[in-house]
């Protein structure tokens, strides 16, 4: 049944994009900041009641969902809960927001609504490598992971990698105000994408021009960031087109130091951008044919 689902989900993603309506992680990100408004304390204990508070109310109202849907028929039910697991697939969306580098006369600001690190002095070259990055750490957050969940616990289960995947970009920061407060949601974080991190390094090796350099870079780079995760398809992707990506940023007008991924045999610029973002097609066939066989053998 959840492969059906997630069938149907990544259809309605892949045809219509996002929905015409306030987004789940928006009303999400409306609990964050209400909760941090009245009980912020840069202390483990409040980070971690901020965790568990909207983890039992997502779950609550998702499973009440799934409850209220089962007196539906049933293809107006499964109809209903397609809909509501494709808000939190977002490969449309990705693909856009990243696409739209390309095309903007003002691309760092194009880019500074996709990342957290300055924009404003950057290089083009440096924002192309900050695209990339962005489009391979995504595919894992906002379509791989999500899926993933979703195929093992269904509507539940990806709503509740959106709460954790939603903390995380709000609050899990290594800076003076979120050392502490931030650390439950960064470590949840960390062991939910564990998996799928590595799933769709696997996957962008899959459709690597070089799948061999994309592998090795993958298995030699993939643990070199200080996320356990973010690292394994970054690297997939720079062996896969032969330029190095990640290295030193600005954040917050705070220099840091992070180590190369891959190799700088070719440069990076709007045609590398282009061709990875090409990979789009060949990701919509494999996991279209991954759920297919899913379909086929449940």
């Known amino acids: ?63 009440t969902l799934v409850y209220l849907c089962g007196f539906l ?36 600001q194009a880019l500074s609504f996709l990342v957290s690190r300055d924009t404003e002095a950057m290089t083009e070259t440096e924002v192309y490598k900050a695209a990339l990055e962005t489009w391979a750490e995504n595919l894992s957050d906002g379509v791989i992971a999500p899926l993933f969940y979703l195929l093992l616990f269904g509507l539940p289960g990806i709503a509740a990698y959106k709460v954790i995947n939603t903390l995380d970009s709000m609050i899990a920061y290594k800076t003076e105000r979120y050392f502490y407060f931030g650390k439950t949601a960064a470590i949840l974080d960390d062991i939910a994408n564990f998996i799928p991190a590595r799933l769709t390094a696997m996957l962008i090796v899959l459709l690597a021009a070089d799948k061999q350099r994309a592998w090795q870079y993958a ?53 590398t951008l282009d061709q990875a973002l090409k990979m789009k097609t060949g990701i919509n066939f494999l996991v279209l044919t991954v759920l297919t066989i899913g379909i086929w053998l449940s």
């Open 219 to 271: 298995l030699r780079d993939g643990n070199k960031l200080e996320s356990p995760n973010a690292g394994f398809p970054i690297a997939a992707l720079a062996g896969g087109l032969g330029v190095g990506l990640a290295g030193d940023a600005y954040y917050h007008g705070q220099l840091k130091h992070k180590p190369t991924l891959g190799s700088r045999l070719n440069p990076v610029n709007h045609n």
């Open 1 to 63: 049944m959840f492969f059906e689902l997630a069938m149907l989900a990544y259809l309605i993603d892949m045809i219509f994009g996002e929905l015409p309506c306030k987004h789940p992680v928006v009303w999400m990100g409306d609990f964050i900041n209400v909760f941090e408004r009245r009980f912020y304390s840069n202390r483990i204990l409040p980070g971690a009641l901020l965790v568990i508070s909207l983890l039992l109310l997502t779950l609550l109202i998702s499973i």
């Open 73 to 108: 028929p049933v293809y107006l039910s499964f109809s209903i809960l397609a809909i509501l697991a494709s808000t939190g697939l977002a490969m449309n969306m990705l693909h856009a927001s990243v696409a739209a580098i390309l095309t903007s006369e003002q691309p760092r």
